[in-house]
């Protein structure tokens, strides 16, 4: 993919010489925006904060307390719901189209407290304690963690900072995996749920087509040697640069959203193509490449099982058994 970007630059110079630009769609100023700066230039209250989880990741939770068809009345307590985002994309996915298509926004308008989780490795959760973000040790890390210390930590400090006992879940793709893994696993904090909405749903990706995870399952080792097994797909400066710069071009159209597709998934009527720069220019978010050689080795189960460590010795480390469980059946101790 990043071999399909590069070739965009160039032709971009060359397209630059012959007046593609003249053909550029207008911009939509949040293409260059972070979370916050999104949530405040439709005038939106915005609040940002700094989680720690156990085993010393931070991660960016962001909020929105309240609408503006509704005034802020601290008096009130406002039913809480949460949303976490899928594989390869970011809090910034809730609020990316329009206010009155952003299911963020919406919610907000409709009177609730909306806070927005991000997984750890994505652009906005790419920080730890005492890790440095280039080494391996820090990528050494699936889905399994973000279910095990991510959503717990995001989800105990919603709690405590709302002193509300129960809270609405919304999860799509990935976030539905994880929350299916924390809810089964972790009473305590299946306990906090008042109810799980599950967009796009994931317990098996046995017939699945994405080319993605075929990818990671086909080219482990090229994929490894590559990226060192670190982060996989990264937000990179270049990569906005592509979406700010390269996909508003109708020339580009296209090649954007088949892309956009192959990391998404396809569906055309829904894509709003005016919104692909800022689509483009928020995603992918990143992951790490552990993440995506878990996802891939589950394409031939039925069920979902803890990350495959290579060898018996390595699961028994982590397992205390020659191979990895189900997830549905770890239980917290």
Known sequence: MWY??????????????????????????????????????????????????????????????????????????????????????????????????????????????????????????????????????????SFDEMAKYDLPASIDFIVKQTQQEEIFYVGHSQGTTIAFITFSTIPIIAGRIKIFFAFAPVFSIKYSKSPLIKMAYNWKSVIKAFSGNKDFLPNTSFKRFVGSQLCPLKIFGKICHDILFMISGYDQKNLNMSRMDVYMSQNPAGTSVQNMLHWSQLLNSSHLKAFDWGSPVLNLVHFNQGVPRPNSLRRQR
């Not at 053909?23 to 949040?30: G, H, K, L, T």
């Not at 230039?41 to 700094?50: I, L, N, Q, S």
């Not at 906005?124 to 040790?137: C, D, F, G, Q, V």
């Open 4 to 141: 399909l970007f590069k070739m965009l630059s160039f032709i971009l110079i060359f397209g630059t010489t012959h007046g593609a630009y003249r053909n550029r769609r207008s911009m939509n100023p949040e293409e260059n925006m972070n979370i916050s700066q999104i949530i405040s230039y439709w005038g939106y209250p915005d609040e940002e904060y700094d989680i720690t989880t156990e085993d010393g990741y931070i991660l960016g939770l962001y909020r929105i307390p309240y609408g503006k068809t509704n005034s802020d009345n601290s008096s009130a307590q406002r039913l809480v719901v949460y949303l976490q985002h899928g594989l390869l994309t970011s809090a910034s996915s809730w609020i990316s189209n329009l206010p009155n298509s952003s299911l963020g926004f919406l919610l907000a308008d409709a009177g609730y407290d909306v806070w927005m989780g991000n997984s750890r490795g994505t652009t906005w959760s790419r920080k730890h304690l005492y890790l440095e973000t280039n080494s391996k040790e820090f990528w050494a890390f």
